[in-house]
């Protein structure tokens, strides 16, 4: 937001009218004083500009006013367009491959284990379910 402050604006053809609809009389090319928030959204008057967000004061151009400071800006452009930043599924860690769910250790210690995809194969492969069970048997003996 702008800070309400006295300014001095200078009368024109172009600005007379609008200064008009909030009560500001004079002539044309006479300075009037104006409060900062009812200059024109275009006029180059430097004013006070307050962070609607931190409340961080700015002098600036009138024109270039934006309601929040560059850094809320961007801080608010990001929790709207950001994606949240992937974290690991068992630890809460931050992962830095987005490919993944969980972080390198807990990925390595998830694998381990029932998880593995290639476990149990080596039992299976074992045993009667081996269809070669029981041949080595037979030709050792
Ligand atoms: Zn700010
Ligand atoms: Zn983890």
């Known amino acids: 937001m702008i800070k309400e402050e006295i300014v001095q604006i200078r009368l024109n053809p172009a600005n007379r009218k609008y200064y008009a609809s909030f009560g500001y009389t004079g002539e044309m090319g006479e300075f009037i004083d104006v409060l900062t928030t009812h200059l024109t959204k275009s006029s180059e008057t430097m004013v006070t500009r307050v962070c609607d967000s931190c409340g961080e004061e700015k002098v600036m151009q009138r024109k270039s006013v934006f309601p929040s400071c560059q850094r809320c800006v961007v801080i608010a452009q990001n929790k709207a367009t ?26 390595n210690a998830f694998i381990v284990g029932e998880n ?22 037979k030709d050792c003996e």
Request: glycine letters at 12%; one cysteine or more; charged letters at 30%.
């Open 82 to 107: 950001g994606k949240p930043k992937p974290t690991c599924k068992d630890c809460d860690k931050q992962l830095t491959n987005h490919n993944t769910i969980r972080c390198k250790p807990c990925h």
């Open 116 to 137: 593995n995809p290639n476990f149990g194969n080596g039992d299976k492969m074992k045993g009667e379910n081996n269809p070669n069970f029981g041949k080595r048997g």
